[in-house]
């Protein structure tokens, strides 16, 4: 086995902002101590840190020459890459010791990512280059990034985050030929005709798919009722167009409610219900904790000895105030993208080298970062610049879920498996329900 070596440069800047935000752990764990360097406050625009593994025989220079239109070749043993890492550390609203919230996200992300990092050079036989960038929160400070020509010489970039910063960069890495991961980001259609775009996180047409598909194993379309307001109403025909593509599927009852309606007192549900049979609800909302709350509390005096079940997204996870035994009685599901289980050795093992590196406990964010990471070193491992092509064959499983992407038509191209597709997205999803202690994924 040919051993890496691990050259790390990380200004004390982003060390103090990691070690700010986060709670730290359970005193039953002790990190080493490490000393820290000067702080420094990197440039505008300059990467922020710089991470090199290379080989110690025959080690490879870690940027070589670029042509205009980079090759496409199979990835193999000691093949080297260059990647940058966008994401918002809003350096710029950092004053003195003082860190501001929202920089969390990319603090816990890339701290998750440099663990995968070091993992990878030590697993998958190639060598990466790789530079991370602040794209600070607004649009005025993120564009001129694009025009940065330290930015072109990377091959594979792992975000931004900001809608409107992925649109713009999704624009730019297709006229540039690069390959564009966007870890968080999980809205539809953000680019066309990019095949080398990739979205991890998986849309709400996603989870509308994956709730429609697993309600009908096991219920008939005439059981289910879709629920929300008025101003909700465009999220039906996702659900409505899921069921049509099924075998026998008609058209699933749809209860829309005025956006003012603050409880269902004045509303039937018993309609909904069949004789003998469960009554299926699912509920496309999450801005309004007290509309679902209503609705749980009018189902419940409804139902009497029926039986029912209730989806909802992913949001509702986070949800205070709700009485659990809403939740137990009801049936209550949720989709959601992913899914930590912390009984797991791997998790376990990931949690003890977050802290040892940062002195935090990991959150979600940290989570995504390891996966997206060690997802791209498996890829860039096996197929090269040309792991896009591919990733509709692939299956990658992570610790908090897995990725499992689909070849994704906007622009009335149809899936003849000739066509190019406008972009790749993760489509896998979780149903989770509502147990004793918490959601846990459906057996």
Request: aromatic share 12%; net charge neutral; glycine share 6%.
């Amino acid at each position: 086995m040919v051993k890496s070596l691990f050259f790390f440069h990380l200004s004390a800047l982003l060390t103090c902002i990691l070690l700010a935000c986060t709670p730290k752990a359970a005193p039953t764990i002790r990190p080493n101590q490490t000393a820290k360097p000067p702080a420094q406050r990197p440039g505008a625009h300059q990467p922020m840190d710089t991470i090199r593994w290379t080989t110690p025989v025959h080690p490879k220079p870690p940027i070589g020459a670029q042509p205009a239109q980079p090759a496409r070749p199979s990835g193999g043993f000691g093949d080297t890459y260059h990647l940058a890492m966008l994401l918002p550390f809003l350096t710029n609203q950092t004053t003195g010791n003082t860190v501001p919230d929202k920089s969390n996200l990319a603090l816990q992300f890339y701290a998750g990512a440099k663990i995968a990092l070091e993992e990878i050079s030590q697993t998958e036989g190639i060598n990466l280059v790789v530079d991370v960038y602040d794209t600070q929160a607004n649009d005025a400070d993120f564009l001129p990034l694009i025009s940065n020509p330290k930015i072109a010489k990377a091959d594979v970039f792992i975000g931004p985050v900001r809608n409107s910063h992925v649109e713009a960069f999704a624009d730019w890495t297709k006229r540039n030929r690069k390959i564009l991961i966007s870890p968080e980001t999980p809205t539809s259609e953000l680019t066309t005709q990019n095949p080398d775009f990739i979205q991890v996180n998986p849309s709400l047409r996603a989870h509308c798919e994956a709730i429609t598909q697993f309600v009908r194993n096991t219920h008939r379309d005439d059981d289910v009722t879709l629920v929300c307001k008025e101003k909700e109403a465009d999220r039906l025909p996702y659900f409505q167009n899921a069921n049509a593509a099924l075998p026998g599927g008609g058209a699933f009852a749809e209860l829309i409610v005025p956006d003012a309606t603050a409880n269902f007192d004045k509303i039937d549900l018993k309609k909904y219900f069949k004789p003998g049979r469960t009554a299926v609800f699912i509920l496309p909302t999450w801005s309004s904790q007290d509309f679902v709350m209503a609705f749980l509390r009018k189902l419940k005096e409804t139902k009497g000895p029926s039986k029912v079940e209730v989806y909802g997204m992913p949001q509702w996870q986070s949800y205070e105030g709700i009485d659990p035994e809403y939740l137990t009685s009801l049936n209550v599901h949720i989709s959601s993208a992913s899914y930590i289980d912390y009984s797991v050795q791997e998790v376990k093992d990931f949690q003890q080298k977050f802290y040892e590196s940062t002195g935090t406990i990991p959150d979600g964010d940290a989570f995504n970062g390891y996966d997206v990471m060690r997802f791209t070193g498996k890829m860039l491992r096996q197929y090269g610049l040309s792991f896009p092509e591919n990733l509709d064959r692939e299956t990658f499983q992570g610790l908090h879920g897995q990725f499992r992407f689909s070849r994704i038509f906007t622009s009335g191209a149809v899936d003849d498996g000739y066509n190019r597709p406008d972009y790749l997205e993760n489509t896998f999803v979780h149903i989770l329900k509502f147990e004793k202690f918490g959601f846990v994924p459906t057996k």
